[in-house]
């Protein structure tokens, strides 16, 4: 069964940095679309970042230039490095998995088979 573990995040001060990591097991980070989400409170789940099995990886428009998105083949893990860090980062953030043959990665949740418990970032001004 497919597991997704995320683990990196806390607490930090404005302009700070966080490496997210996301350990897979049960299936290969390279045959899935693999993306990070967020969600703050009261706010609905946004994508933050992706990487499709090849092509180019996608950002939201609030985090383009600040944050990476890159994955290790060979630790089949995904990570998140988020540079520049600002309070509206702040949220629990999550990674998510698509099995697909196809290089795209869905912008909707919902598209998403299996996902992590999350990691929460929170950054302070």
């Known amino acids: 069964q497919a597991q997704l573990v995320e683990s990196g995040g806390g607490s930090v001060q404005s302009g700070g940095s966080l490496r997210l990591s996301c350990s897979a097991s049960g299936h290969k980070v390279t045959s899935s679309c693999m993306s990070w989400f967020r969600q703050a409170a009261g706010q609905e789940r946004e994508r933050v970042a992706s990487?499709?099995?090849?092509?180019?990886?996608l950002y939201a428009d609030s985090v383009q230039g600040r944050f990476n998105i890159s994955r290790d083949n060979a630790k089949n893990t995904l990570y998140l490095q988020m540079n520049n860090l600002k309070p509206e980062d702040t949220a629990m953030y999550y990674c998510?998995?698509?099995?697909?043959?196809?290089?795209?990665?869905?912008?909707?949740?919902?598209?998403?088979?299996?996902w992590g418990p999350g990691t929460q970032v929170t950054v302070s001004s």
């Open positions: 998510a998995a698509r099995r697909t043959i196809f290089p795209y990665c869905s912008p909707s949740w919902s598209d998403y088979y299996t």
């Open positions: 990487i499709p099995i090849y092509g180019y990886t």
